[in-house]
């Protein structure tokens, strides 16, 4: 059996976590939708956490289309455009994650554009929703 390939965002998203738990000290805090790339420009928006009933998926796509209007008003050329969520828990899946996913690539397909992905990041790392693919640390230095 062969290990996957890394993605040229692992290094990002292994900041992206080591960021995550150093900022976010709460027991309980919020989901954070972010659209962009890991390591540069990107929009954000928190969602309560657990995640409201009246979080269908039109409001979903609202709001992932108003990060990508706030994001794309200056953005210059074809970087890799990313979708990822940070919050509470460990790296699988729960249901919430798809919706978000869902939601992010209409909004990101509605633009004409293609997502390049999208990660759940939490405190002990993070898991790619396409691929299934994980990493998680217990002590991460970086």
Do not use: C, I, N
């Amino acid at each position: 059996m062969s290990s996957p390939v890394p993605s040229p965002a692992d290094g990002a998203f292994r900041l992206e976590v080591g960021r995550f738990r150093a900022t976010e000290r709460r027991r309980l805090f919020p989901l954070v939708l972010h659209v962009g790339t890991p390591d540069g420009p990107r929009r954000s928006t928190d969602v309560p956490w657990p995640v409201p009933r009246e979080y269908d998926a039109g409001l979903r796509f609202d709001l992932a289309d108003a990060l990508l209007d706030g994001l794309m008003a200056g953005w210059q050329g074809h970087v890799p455009l990313w979708g990822w969520l940070t919050r509470p828990g460990v790296p699988v899946v729960h249901d919430s994650d798809l919706g978000w996913f869902a939601a992010t690539a209409k909004a990101v397909a509605a633009r004409e554009r293609d997502l390049a992905g999208f990660r759940v990041v939490t405190r002990t790392g993070w898991l790619d929703l396409v691929s299934e693919e994980r990493r998680t640390w217990k002590r991460l230095r970086l």
